[in-house]
C-alpha cells in the first residue's frame, strides 16, 4: 500500500516569514510525515531580485524564499507548480523555484521553461512502487507553449497525449488540474468531463485547485476526484486588498489522504483544516460533512456555475477596487485603466454570451 497526502492551495507570501515553520501546526506535520508522500499545490514561485512582474495578471502575486522553511519542515517531497500565477515572477521566478525545490530534494511538476518540461511527467519511487505525477492549468498567457515557460495546458488533446503514455511508466498515476470557476462550490461541468477523461486514460486520482473554497468528491469508476481541496495556506489579503467574498470559505480546506492499494481502488479520508486571517497559522478543523458524490449526479449545464462564479468575481473586483480607491485616492482609478487587457473584455462577454445560450437550451 502507498499512502500520499494531497493538500490545497499554498502561496508563501510575506505575511509568512516570522517563524515560517511554525505556520503549519504540529499535529498537521505529523499527519502529512506520517504518509510515504506529501504533495501540495504550490500557487505562487519564489520572486527573485530581478524577475519580471507578470503584466497580465492582477493581482501579481509573490513567493518568498524567507517562507520556504515552511514547506521543507512540512515534509513535503512533491509539489504542483501548474497555477495561473506560475508566471507570475516571470520565467526568472519559476526557473529559480524550480531549482529550488531540486536543491531541496522535492520533485516539481506542472510547469517548466518550455512546454515539453511542463508536460513531462515526474516519477517517485515510493513504498516500493512508482508514482506519477502530471499537472495542468487552465488556459492563459501563463501556460507553456512551444519555448515558451508557464504552465501544462490543460486540455483533452494534452491528457490523451500525455496519459496513456504516462501510465505505461508509473504504478500508481495521479493528475492536478488547476481549473474551475473562483469562490464557486458548484463544480463546473467542463472541468468534471476532463476530470474524468482523466481517470478514463488511465488517473488513479485527480487533485483539483484553483477556486480556493472546497468543492466536492467524486467517486468515478472506483476512482477519486478532488474538485477543489480548497487553501491550505494561503494569504487572501495578498494583493487583493480587503476583499470580503467567500471570506470564510477562503480559510478552509481539505487534507486528501489516499491510500492507493495494490489491486483493488484507492480509499481515502479528507481532513478539513482552517486558519485564522490574521493569524495565518494552519490547523485541522472539526469536520465539515464534505460532500461525495457518485456518477452521475454533476450537472450537465455550466450556466449555473458561469453565472454564479462571474458574479463573485465581478463583485471581488469591484470591492477591491473600492477598497484600494479609498487607500489611494481617486489616482487609483486612472492606473487602474493601464491593467485592463482585451482579454479581460473577451471573457467577461463570452461568459454572458454563454449563460444565455444555456439558459436558452
Excluded at 493538500?7 to 508563501?12: E, H, P, R, S
Excluded at 525545490?101 to 517548466?112: E, Y
Aim: charged letters at 20%; glycine letters at 8%.
Amino acid at each position: 500500500m502507498m499512502q500520499v497526502a494531497f493538500v490545497g492551495d499554498l502561496g508563501l507570501s510575506s505575511r509568512l516569514l516570522a517563524d515560517p515553520e511554525s505556520r503549519i501546526s504540529p499535529g498537521l506535520v505529523q499527519i502529512l510525515r506520517s504518509c510515504d508522500m506529501a504533495v501540495a499545490n504550490l500557487e505562487l514561485p519564489i520572486r527573485v531580485e530581478g524577475a519580471s512582474t507578470a503584466p497580465y495578471s492582477h493581482p501579481s502575486l509573490a513567493g518568498r524564499l524567507e517562507a520556504w522553511p515552511l514547506v521543507t519542515g512540512a515534509g513535503f517531497g512533491a509539489l504542483c507548480l501548474a497555477s495561473n500565477h506560475c508566471m507570475d515572477s516571470g520565467r526568472k521566478g519559476l526557473a529559480f523555484t524550480r531549482y529550488l525545490a531540486s536543491r531541496s530534494g522535492i520533485l516539481a511538476f506542472g510547469a517548466g521553461l518550455d512546454e515539453t518540461e511542463a508536460r513531462r511527467t515526474v516519477i517517485a519511487e515510493v513504498a516500493g512502487r512508482r508514482l506519477g505525477l502530471l499537472g495542468y492549468c487552465k488556459k492563459g498567457p501563463f501556460t507553456a507553449s512551444g519555448t515558451k515557460a508557464g504552465a501544462a495546458l490543460l486540455s483533452a488533446g494534452n491528457m490523451r497525449a500525455d496519459i496513456p503514455e504516462a501510465r505505461r511508466m508509473c504504478d500508481v498515476l495521479v493528475v492536478s488540474m488547476h481549473a474551475g470557476m473562483e469562490f464557486v462550490e458548484e463544480v463546473h461541468p467542463d472541468v468534471a468531463r476532463l476530470a474524468r477523461l482523466a481517470v478514463d486514460l488511465g488517473a488513479d486520482c485527480v487533485i483539483g485547485h484553483h477556486p480556493h473554497v472546497v468543492q466536492p468528491v467524486e467517486i468515478y469508476r472506483g476512482k477519486p476526484i478532488f474538485y477543489s481541496l480548497g487553501n491550505f495556506l494561503f494569504d487572501n489579503r495578498a494583493g487583493a486588498t480587503l476583499c470580503k467574498v467567500q471570506w470564510h470559505e477562503r480559510h478552509r480546506g481539505l487534507v486528501a489522504v489516499v491510500s492507493f492499494m495494490d489491486e483493488s481502488h484507492p480509499v481515502f479520508e479528507t481532513i478539513p483544516v482552517e486558519y485564522d486571517p490574521d493569524d495565518l497559522t494552519v490547523r485541522q478543523a472539526p469536520p465539515s460533512g464534505i460532500e461525495t458524490v457518485s456518477t452521475p449526479v454533476l450537472p450537465s449545464s455550466g450556466a449555473a456555475a458561469d453565472s454564479r462564479g462571474l458574479g463573485r468575481i465581478v463583485r471581488r473586483e469591484l470591492l477591491t477596487i473600492a477598497a484600494l480607491t479609498r487607500l489611494h485616492g481617486p489616482s487609483f482609478l486612472f492606473s487602474l485603466t493601464s491593467d485592463i487587457r482585451p482579454r479581460h473584455l473577451r471573457m467577461i462577454w463570452n461568459s454572458i454570451l454563454r449563460v444565455k445560450r444555456e439558459k436558452t437550451v
